[in-house]
Every structure is written in structure tokens, then in C-alpha cells.
């Protein structure tokens, strides 16, 4: 798989981004507090008894797809939207194939796709895949650097001046085919 990031050094900056947050950090999951959660929320299914088991249920279910139990988001009556919660190991190939498949898009086409399926990838974590795409880096054009013109200032009359030729080739006057204008460049006379 040929990718325009660097996993490695996609999973060292988010490696970074997570030790920059709180210890109580809800969003990210290494595999260990994964499979804590997952297990914690099957164990409140079966004896619901504390107030922790409550909440853990109105946050977090589970879903089992071919023997593999996943956690997602308790679906609401009417709704058939799945979200999943997935750990911080899965971030880059999401990410990878959500990106390419919608061609390079953006933070906000990629934000608007990811959020439809997946419940704990955040702004952060798309702007730090964004920000490794050197595709993406490419696209965007490097800023313009102002010039910025200094101003000619004269002291003295006829010190510095702006000279044009004016082409009289097709209507010479005798021998004469231009004609040469100097301008004063303090008083702007002729």
C-alpha cells in the first residue's frame, strides 16, 4: 500500500497529541482500555447495579460481528446508523482509506464521512493526517511574499529621472526614428 503519510511517524505525533491530553481522556483507546471498556460494558449488561454500570450503558454497546464484539454507540429507537469506537492502532488505516477514497478531500469532507461511521475520531486526529499528506501539501500553493517597492526619494532637481523611447520608424521626421523623453523624477517635468 503505497500512502503519502508515514505511519510511523503518523503514530509517533498522535502518540504525542495523546500524552498531551488528560489522563481521563474519552476519545482515545489504546487496545489494554479498549478491551477494559468492552468488557466492563458486557459485565453491566448482565448485572446492571451501580450508577457507573448505568452510564457505561448510555454512552457504550456492544455488537457482535463473526465472533468479534465491537463497541459502538447504543442505537437509538428508529435509527439503524451504527457507530463504532475504535482503538488509537486502527486511526491510520481509517484514515488512510477514508482519504483516498474520497479523492485528497479536505478536513470538512473528511470530518462530514468519517462521523457517519465512527464515533472517536476527532478533528485533531484528521488534521494530523492531513497535515503528514504530502499529496495534500502539494495541492496547497506556497504564500504569495509581498514586494514591496521602496520609495525613490531625490534631494536635488535633475538627480534621478525615468527616460522612454518613443518609436517613430513608421512616420520618421528625416533622419530622426525616436524620440527620446526624459522625466524629472522630483518635480516630474518633461
Known amino acids: 500500500m503505497d500512502t503519502a503519510v508515514n505511519r510511523d511517524l503518523f ?7 495523546i500524552a ?14 479498549y478491551s477494559k471498556i468492552l468488557s466492563e460494558v458486557i ?3 448482565t448485572k446492571c447495579s451501580t450508577p457507573l454500570d448505568y452510564s457505561r450503558l448510555r454512552r457504550f454497546d456492544v455488537l ?10 447504543p442505537l437509538k429507537p428508529g435509527k439503524t446508523n451504527i457507530q463504532y469506537f475504535v482503538t488509537n492502532d486502527e486511526f491510520f488505516s481509517i484514515l488512510f482509506e477514508t482519504h483516498t477514497r ?12 468519517l462521523q457517519v461511521e465512527y464515533k472517536n475520531i476527532t478533528y485533531e486526529v484528521v488534521m494530523l493526517y492531513l497535515k503528514l499528506c504530502k499529496q495534500c501539501q502539494m495541492k496547497h ?19 534621478k529621472c525615468q527616460v522612454d523611447l518613443i518609436d517613430l520608424q513608421s512616420h520618421r521626421d528625416g ?16
Open 11 to 17: 503514530s509517533e505525533k498522535l502518540n504525542a497529541l
Open 20 to 33: 498531551s491530553k488528560r489522563e481521563d481522556n474519552c476519545f482515545y483507546f489504546s487496545q489494554e482500555k
Open 43 to 45: 459485565s453491566a449488561t
Open 64 to 73: 457482535k460481528i463473526n465472533d468479534e464484539e465491537k463497541l459502538i454507540v
Open 102 to 113: 474520497i479523492g485528497h478531500g479536505g478536513r470538512t469532507r473528511m470530518l462530514k464521512d
Open 141 to 159: 500553493r506556497a504564500p504569495k511574499k509581498g514586494i514591496v517597492v521602496k520609495p525613490m526619494v531625490s534631494s536635488e532637481l535633475n538627480s
Open 175 to 190: 533622419a530622426y526614428k525616436f524620440i527620446m523623453v526624459c522625466q524629472d523624477h522630483l518635480t516630474k517635468f518633461v
